[in-house]
């Protein structure tokens, strides 16, 4: 009987000390329940000059100023 609770005392103390060692490790992401954890933020890249549609916008204003010819000259 002695070996029984000194068993039962041991699974407790190993559980009790399992649960701390793991509530300290903060890398592990953890959900609460069946729900997933959250997923971290994303990051924005940097947008070029390709890409930007601002800067796409103004050139084909250019380009297009550039093709249309010049208004007659008055005279």
Do not use: C, N
Request: glycine letters at 4%.
């Amino acid at each position: 009987m002695l070996y029984l609770i000194a068993f039962a005392v041991a699974a407790v103390i190993a559980l009790l000390l399992w649960r701390a060692m793991s509530a300290d490790r903060a890398d592990v992401p953890r959900g609460t329940g069946t729900t997933p954890p959250a997923a971290p933020p994303r990051r924005t890249r940097p947008t070029g000059p390709d890409d930007d549609p601002d800067f796409l916008r103004s050139l084909d204003e250019s380009m297009r100023r550039d093709d249309d010819p010049p208004p007659p000259a008055k005279d």
